[in-house]
């Protein structure tokens, strides 16, 4: 059976003056999948990621979700075809608490927005709770994220994408700036999360560990290109990308 | 404890403002114009959720206030309801139009923008003397108040009353404005924007629904400030009326809706009282208190009682007020 291709970039180009970041890129990404996206630094993962999702326009190439052109849409009108966004640093509302952040989320996906129905009482408050159930983060719902630990801003940032009901979640670096002794158990909730979500991701990483764990396909960049595409055993123990990308056996 | 004097505080000052012009009638078109002057604060405390300043919103209490000013003109004296929702019209109207050049601008240059367009509208009142009467503006003759024609005294307690609920029912529908899924984006371009466009929303957009419903509040404001005083200048729109909504929004505190009156009554009452007794160094007075409200309460009165009470004041009006 044929799996269906949920984005497609064909023949991405884009320059900073001189700096090549990416270079005829050709991709599929599948439904259903989590491919990781691995590289040295300055290889172009988070510029695809970022022409993906429509903050940087490319100067040749398309982009196709769900079968349709989506190059020059800006970013909102992806968000609203399904494709999400999670950040290296989390994009959190800082004056708002964590439920509230995530109950603006839920009021931009529903789209209803009564100027005099309290935030507190629209009615996607019951899905922003079971989303906040799923990330684990129950109970820190009242407090500000400005006070939160970085792995629970990871989390509720990823709370705040899957409450948009995305198809495609790209995340970059899911745990960054997370503490070593917290990674897996972050990383574990947010795979949880996506599965239940029956969500598709796309995420960029360099710890080897958390690709090893949570990807299905590795896609190796380099210098703009893409040099390998496969299961993660397969290429991380591929020895090019051992001496190019990891440096060492994992 | 706490919670009454939160509850308290305020029903005792909304009461005391209704029943002062009882007990000093002179004080009656003192607090007109103050809660007039109050509902044009609101729309600038509206713009202060979102990180921004306007220094021209006097464009839309004058645009209203002449309005007002030409419906009385136009139809021997006018009905006080047709002129006031004239004058919010026409500060509506124009709001899009300005709005949807301004929205797409942040900061120095959203406020310096709004600034420009209000001392173009400020010249245009000037020099089409033959429309606008020039710098000795309008006469507003007393409108009919649903169809009655009413004398000075008796329309004067009428007008008074009408401002106070007025001013009443704007506080709580902004109150719920600002709490509602868009209010709270509103609030979110001064924190993240980026974040708001990925969640799928517009910010330019956001902030226009933000800008339409406090030039609306300023209109308001200037339609009854116009009928009030009987007589609409330029001065309306000047750049120094401007600021002065501004100065009220830090001095009453901008975390809050009631903060735009308390300013604004406290400030009426400065000004008037401080230019009758000490009228050479008013202003001076006047720069004192706000530099005392920024140094030790830079969330403005409200702020300062939220935290006297043990609340804990809101961090977007610390920073307005910063």
Redesign the interface.
């Known amino acids: 059976m044929t799996e269906r291709v949920l984005l497609e970039a064909k023949g991405l180009e884009i320059r900073f003056g001189g700096v090549v970041a990416a270079q005829d890129i050709n991709i599929q990404i599948h439904e259903g999948h989590n491919l990781a996206i691995i590289g040295p630094n300055g290889a172009g993962k988070t510029t695809f990621l970022n022409i993906c999702t429509g903050y940087l326009k490319p100067h040749k190439g398309k982009v196709f979700f769900d079968g349709k052109d989506v190059t020059r849409l800006q970013p909102r009108h992806l968000v609203r075809r399904g494709v999400a966004r999670a950040f290296q640093i989390p994009q959190l509302f800082t004056e708002h608490s964590v439920l509230e952040n995530l109950l603006i989320a839920g009021a931009a996906q529903s789209r209803r927005w009564s100027p005099f129905r309290p935030l507190h009482q629209i009615p996607e408050r019951k899905a922003m709770l079971h989303l906040l159930d799923m990330v684990k983060c129950s109970h820190i719902a009242d407090r500000p994220v400005s006070e939160l630990p970085e792995g629970q801003r990871k989390l509720v940032d990823i709370a705040i994408a899957l409450a948009l009901k995305p198809k495609l979640l790209f995340m970059d670096e899911p745990t960054s700036g997370v503490a070593s002794s917290e990674k897996f158990e972050v990383l574990d909730i947010i795979a949880e999360a996506l599965t239940e979500a029956k969500v598709t991701s796309v995420f960029v990483e360099h710890d080897m560990g958390i690709v090893d764990r949570f990807a299905d396909e590795v896609a190796v960049w380099n210098r703009g290109e893409v040099l390998f595409r496969g299961p993660p055993d397969d290429v991380l123990n591929h020895p090019d990308v051992i001496r190019d990308v990891i440096g060492e056996e994992v | 404890m706490q919670f009454n004097l939160r509850t308290v505080v305020p029903s005792l000052i909304v009461l005391a403002v209704a029943v002062l012009p009882l007990l000093a009638p002179t004080t009656q078109v003192l607090l007109t114009l103050a809660l007039s002057k109050g509902l044009a604060v609101l729309g600038v405390i509206v713009l202060l959720q979102a990180g921004q300043v306007s220094f021209g919103h006097a464009l839309f209490f004058g645009v209203s206030a002449y309005a007002a000013a030409f419906v009385g003109k136009g139809f021997g004296g006018g009905e006080l309801f047709s002129m006031l929702a004239i004058g919010v019209v026409a500060s509506l109207a124009i709001s899009v139009v300005v709005g949807l050049f301004v929205v797409r601008y942040r900061h120095i240059f959203f406020g310096m923008l709004n600034l420009a367009v209000s001392m173009i509208f400020f010249s245009l009142l000037e020099k089409f003397y033959h429309v606008t009467g020039g710098s000795d503006g309008l006469s507003v003759a007393r409108p009919l108040f649903l169809g009655i024609e009413m004398e000075r005294e008796g329309f004067e307690m009428v007008l008074f009353y009408l401002v106070l609920v007025l001013a009443l029912g704007a506080a709580w ?1 902004t109150h ?2 600002l ?7 509103m ?2 371009i ?3 924007e ?9 910010a330019r957009n956001t902030l226009l629904v933000g800008y339409i419903v406090s030039a609306g509040l300023c209109g308001l404001g200037g339609a009854l400030a116009a009928v009030a005083q009987g007589v609409v200048t330029p001065e309306y729109a000047w750049w120094i009326r401007s600021g002065e909504f501004v100065f009220i929004a830090i001095l009453g505190g901008s975390g809050s809706v009631g903060g735009a009156f308390v300013g604004s009554l406290l400030y009426e009452a400065v000004r008037t009282y401080a230019s009758a007794f000490a009228g050479d160094v008013w202003q001076m007075i006047l720069g004192i208190v706000l530099l005392f409200v920024i140094l030790f309460a830079p969330s403005g009165i409200t702020g300062l009682f939220a935290r006297l009470t043990g609340r804990k004041a ?3 009006s610390e920073e307005a007020g910063q």
């Open positions: 529908l719920r404005f709490n509602s899924p868009i209010g709270n984006m609030r979110t001064k924190t993240n980026v974040r708001l466009e990925y969640l799928g929303v517009s809101s961090p977007a």
